[in-house]
């Protein structure tokens, strides 16, 4: 079973983020689960969700302890809370941030994972760009794609059509797209 927890803030599309690679992981014939973790939080507030991907049925209902991907939508999560918890040694992380590792003080988060598994992308500008709103879960799950091979693209693309039609899904797809594309290009240049 693979386990991903996903980290933002309400507002940012967190638990849509899960919904989705779920739809896409069952596209690509697997089970699926997603829910998230909040109470009644307002926009801007912390919000977790996880989803959990198998080739059987899954029972568990636990919160994800121990992901194999981590995924985190705001960078400002890291100065107040531990998002890389319980990630796995040979997890991946995905970051939406420009900033560098030592700007963002995870090297040593880096250190502790094989090279190429803690990646971080801008996003943010993605999503502004593709969709002129700085929403970055669409963006964060292309990249995933890409960085993980937990899903694959057509998958991705396709639950983002299924759940946003028009023009909000033409642009929430350019911005996987984007994304998968600028992660694919980094995983090479690291070979």
Known sequence: ?????IHGRGGQGVVTAADLIAYAAFTDGHHAQAFPSFGSERTGAPVVSYCRIADKEIRTREPVQEPDLVVVQDATLLAIMDVFSGLK?????LVNSAKSAAELGI???IAAHPQGHVVMIPATEIAKKHLGRPLPNAVMLGGAA???????LSSVTQAIQNRFHGKVGEGNVAAAVAAYEMVSSMKAEAK
């Open 107 to 109: 090297e040593d988060v």
């Open 89 to 93: 040694p040979d997890g991946f992380a």
């Open 1 to 5: 079973m693979t386990e991903v927890r």
């Open 146 to 152: 890409a960085l993980t091979g937990l899903v694959r």
